[in-house]
DNA sequence: GGATTGT
DNA sequence: ACAATCCAACGCCTC
DNA sequence: GAGGCG
């Protein structure tokens, strides 16, 4: 292995989440490229490439440039571990290259002057390690963003001066590549690095690793079941359907194989594409799965075209048709490449490694892949796809197999409906753009939609000659529809058969496809079928996999979340279980989306699925403490306030306490949450978080206080049960700001600043264990940590406080410059504040399992110990966790029964 | 978001 | 009829 | 006692 000792000089890895120099490990395939970019003092890009076992390394200031004219400076700089091509996060202050990084991009490299080597690593090593000593590299780059070959030349003046430039060839362009400026691992720009969680993958997976075995000779492609609707599931990728000739491609050296499902072998039959993929392989091994694609005089995908094309027999005619019909081969698979199985590998890891190995050309494509399923599936009908093919992302390669891992969804729907006007379009469309069509309810025809899609030129000489006889002055709809271009009315007698997506709630249809003219059918009885099997059952399917039932099987949940998807109704009445609920505004939107959190914009109505599907963990949390509500009715960034009492009246089945208060009125009532339908009344009227007292009103064994008298004095209300604490409370709050905050702002969340917070809370749990009791922890779900010690209720708050205090000053003078109990806030800066004072009644914390009203829509989430220690408060989001809860339960279930008796440990150690 | 108060 | 306004709190800390 | 703090 080549040295790293100046790159470990350089560095203090108990300090730096960079990696540390490793033992070598074999690795066979093609060597790895890896370009970071990396905000430090001066925003850069590091250009690295494997050789020997470790990252050579250039600082290139301005990034790779696709144009040949641009000679970009590259510094060379010390080699880094291979672990560290897979790198991304932040490097904390004071510690060397202090800032952010991504990775840019990443693939597999060759030296490419004579010939490519990525079949083989040490022909390859060794021309990379000649170009080293002489000055001179020649790399073909197969990434994600960058292709193609560029040259590393050392200049004369300096040592370590070389330039990166692009050597003509397909790949060059005038435009600036590094506009695309997000990581190709986690999507995230580098700027919002600081406040994103990161997962390191290790680099091994970046590109294909692994020993070489012998290329299988026969396979059959994997084959995908029939799904019924796209849905969005993290877990999931969808590419269009193309309707196409299915074709595995064998390379191997100078020899090709297309096969297609049957057997059939084609490359005589399409000898030009036969030789672009033999290119693909660069005298290597590849295998790709993919689609033979004819498209038609329109540009679009054509079953016809392909069919005419494969009647071609003779050299010539097939030469002809290649010029005039032209036939490409989109690559959605890559089952093999230099020597290397990929079968096993998740499908999510092949489709990176497609995307890098393939060198796109005007005949070999890569399909389009995306996470927004129902996007895609629309985009996919509009542009005249069959539909599209949900993935797995974490299957493995089945090859001739049918696998519900992968999903086939075709438009399940169509509609026969009458034709009562038409618009003009534009170019070749000018007579015809779309038809108005609609159905009869009542004595009226009801506009349903337009439709323009899925006319071929015959169909639209046929439709035309067809309306013209029936163009009329009136419009037949007993509302004229809005459309804007110029409408040609027609008496109501033609019925078009169309294909749709579903239909949308206001009667509308989404993603109408024409299909043909029905003669066969009296446009006087055309009327809108139930949309049973349509709209309604889309979202039906859609939710039951979205939402697994609800932990406990919990029927009136059930109903809830079914209510709330099964209609897009902005307002309607809520049925929970016997009571009911009037909701309002459900589509205004709560968490504006955000792109650099990659979350969608959420609405009320995911505010009260989530909370439903969340009750059963989150509500004997909530039940019985005083709340205080945090209401922002106009989403996160309108105007927000607190609310403490509630005095107006109420459903009946919200519960209250009346507390007595020092102020003038003598009591006050706090709403008390303790069931579903008051934590979903709650949500209607705008509160977005939850914030609780530590104390509960009601009595039960642990309490040693029986009185519920909290209304008529001071007195009583300290000798109730109120005024004592189920929990000490440690209260975590970073105070390491991102250097982001407008001036006097709360430090907002960062990496480093959570990472310091768990390093705080991990020493707290040890010093309490050391008392022999034992902490739970959750993420607060803005920036800090809630460290409880679940009690006995024997001990009032005046205590506890005594305790945090305690324990909190003994932590603070073992590392006085970590943590901070300063009541000033400028003083906290750079610190962890601990906030004993946290434990006082009336004082509140947000609850278990609440959201919070941030970006990302992050939730307080309890966790065990050893989670904390790679947790990151946007793990937890209102989007991902009821998955994660529907594995995991509540890790905090056994907070409420499982007390401490602080008596006893306080007598038993001293902190 | 909703009740109450002010114009 | 419609717009404006309210919707927290109090005990603890430090000076 | 005043004013910051959560
Ligand atoms: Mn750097
Ligand atoms: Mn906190």
Sequence with gaps: MAKLSEYSAKRRFEATPEPAPAEPAHRGGPLLFVVQQHAARRLHYDFRIEC?????????????????????????VENHPYDYASFEGVIPPKQYGAGEVIVWDCGVYSPDEDGVWFHDREQAQQRVREGLVGGKLSLQLRGLKLKGSFALVRTKQDEKSWLLIKHKDRFISAADVTQQDRSVLSGVAVKDMRSFPVHRMPASQLVPVGDATAMPAKLEPMQAELGDAPFQDAGWMWEPKLDGYRVLAFVDGDKVQLRSRRGLELANTFPRLAEELRQQAGGGTMILDGEIVALGADGKPSFNALQNRFQLKSPVDIATADRNVPTLFFAFDLLYFAGLDLRARPYHERRRYLAQCLMPSALVQLVHADEDGESLHAAALASGFEGV?????????????????????????????????????????????SLLIGYWEGDGLRYASHVGSGFNDRALQEVLARLEPLHTRSCPFSSKPEVNAPVTWVKPELVAEVDFQEWTDDGSLRAPVF?????????????????????????????????????????????????????????????????????????????????????PALTKRDLLRYLAQVSPLMLPHI???????????????????FQKHWEQARPDFVESVTVFSESKDEHHNYLLCNNLPTLLWLAQSGTLEFHVWHSRAKVDADAKSKSTDYATSLESLEASVLNCPDYVVFDIDPYIYSGKEAPGAEPELNTIAFEKGKEIAFALRELLL?????????????????????????????????????????????RPREITMEWSVPKRSGKIFMDHNMNVRGKTLNVAYSPRGEPGAPVSMPLTWEELASAHPLDFRMTSVIKRLTRTGDRWRDALTRKQDLDRALKGGKA
């Excluded at 999903?407 to 618009?423: E, F, N, R, W």
Aim: positive net charge; glycine residues 8%; without cysteine.
């Design 52 to 76: 020997d076992g470790v990252l050579f390394s250039w600082a290139v200031p301005k990034g790779p440039s696709l144009d040949p004219a641009d000679k970009r400076m590259a510094v060379f």
């Design 389 to 433: 093919i949900g993935k797995r992302k974490d299957s493995r390669y089945e090859a001739g197999k049918r696998s519900p891992a992968w999903l086939k969804v075709k438009p399940t729907h169509s509609a026969d409906l009458v034709i009562g006007g038409y618009t003009k379009g534009k170019g070749s469309r000018g007579a015809l753009g």
């Design 515 to 599: 299909q043909r003219l029905r003669d066969d059918i009296d446009p006087k009885t055309v009327r809108r079928e139930v949309p049973s099997h349509s709209g309604a059952a889309t979202k039906k399917r859609r939710s039951a996999r979205a939402a697994p039932p609800s932990p406990r099987g919990d029927v009136v949940i059930d109903e809830v979340v079914a209510a709330l998807d099964g209609t897009t109704k902005n307002a309607f009445e809520l049925a929970v279980g016997t009571h009911r609920i009037r909701l309002s505004n459900l589509d205004r939107v709560y968490w504006p989306a955000n792109e650099a959190l990659q979350q």
């Design 623 to 641: 039940a019985d403490r005083p709340l205080t509500m945090i209401r922002m009715p106009d989403g996160i960034t309108g105007q927000r306030f």
């Design 770 to 814: 050391g008392m022999k009791l034992e902490p739970i922890v959750k993420t607060s779900g803005k920036t800090g940590l809630h460290v409880f010690v679940p009690i006995r209720r024997t001990i009032d708050f005046d205590t506890a406080r005594h305790v945090s205090e305690l324990v909190s000053r003994h932590l603070m003078r073992q």
